[in-house]
């Protein structure tokens, strides 16, 4: 048994699938392959069942790759301990945002990080917030960024950022005062967003507080994305409720409108989440225990 091994059995079980961690590392299936039976040799164990497509870990499997995880980790910390300086430091990170966070927050966190860590790489996908909670409970990332928490045992949230929201309109919408109120609103066509989203689980709150059903409401679109719900906005097709993040940026060079909602007084956090019973690499570590004082630099 060596490191390589466990490192490329760690992958397999990650992505539940040869093919795919041999994708992941740049190696080819038979060189994974022929690595997992050479571990297995020498444990004298089986790791794995094949069931067609499925590669699913048997019970010495599980027990190997919790020692596994925790030997990577150590690894990790040994060399990052011998470097004269952290620079040379290298390593991944998996994060699903949502898109607010993905598009607003991410970039800028990321650009600040990786002054300190050059060589740390990061893979970003964007989903909505409630995929990006079921991405970290089924292990495939490392990190969630979010708007809304999806209570889980195995969830661990860290509130890093407080923000709200804030209706946007066309510049051609001319609306009285800077801060409408709830009545304001319902006389406009609405843009919204799918019912995953973190921004339209507190949105659903705010109508079923006031009383209001979807059939009163003016629903003119309904979008996956934030970026093209400001674009059905920006074209006067109708008026949206969105996080204050995403709409000051554009309100700030006169392509939309932002408006305060008088009595929409909800502040909402973006949590950053991660799995109680993943072993995290350093890498993923040091971005969570950066996350806070990244926040307040940008």
Not at 127 to 131: D, L, P, Y
């Given at each position: 048994m060596?490191?390589?091994?466990l490192f490329i059995f760690t992958k397999v079980v990650e992505h539940k699938s040869f093919s795919k961690a041999a994708d992941d590392?740049?190696?080819s299936q038979s060189t994974v392959s022929s690595h997992i039976q050479a571990l297995e040799k020498s444990l004298n164990l089986k790791l794995f069942d094949r069931d067609g497509r499925e590669t699913i870990l048997t019970p010495h499997g599980e027990r190997l790759h919790a020692w596994a995880q925790q030997i990577l980790l150590l690894r990790d910390k040994a060399i990052l301990d011998l470097k004269t300086g952290m620079m040379d430091f290298r390593g991944i990170v998996r994060i699903a945002a949502s898109s607010v966070p993905s598009s607003f927050i991410i970039p800028n966190l990321i650009s600040i990080f990786t002054n300190s860590f050059p060589n740390i790489t990061f893979h970003v996908t964007e989903?909505?917030?409630?995929?990006v909670a079921h991405n970290v409970l089924n292990r495939s990332v490392d990190i969630g960024v979010l708007g809304e928490k999806y209570e889980n045992d195995k969830l661990c949230y860290l509130p890093f950022q407080k923000e709200k929201l804030v209706l946007i309109?066309?510049?051609?919408v001319k609306l009285e005062k800077d801060a409408v109120c709830f009545d304001d609103i319902i006389k406009y066509p609405l843009i919204m967003r799918n019912s995953d989203s973190g921004t339209q689980a507190q949105l659903n709150k705010y109508f079923k507080k006031n009383g209001v059903s979807k059939e009163q409401l003016q629903i003119a679109a309904y979008t996956e994305s934030g970026n093209s719900l400001i674009q059905f906005v920006k074209q006067g097709i109708g008026i949206s409720i969105i996080s204050e993040v995403a709409a000051k940026e554009y309100?700030?060079?006169k392509m939309i409108r932002m408006h305060e909602i008088k009595d929409f007084l909800d502040e909402?956090?973006?949590?950053?989440?991660?799995?109680?019973?993943?072993t995290l690499s350093l890498a993923a570590k040091l971005f969570?225990?950066?996350a806070k004082s990244l926040v307040k630099s940008t």
């Open positions: 060596d490191l390589h091994q590392i740049f190696l989903a909505s917030s409630k995929t309109t066309s510049n051609q309100a700030a060079y909402r956090y973006i949590y950053l989440v991660y799995h109680k019973n993943k969570i225990e950066n």
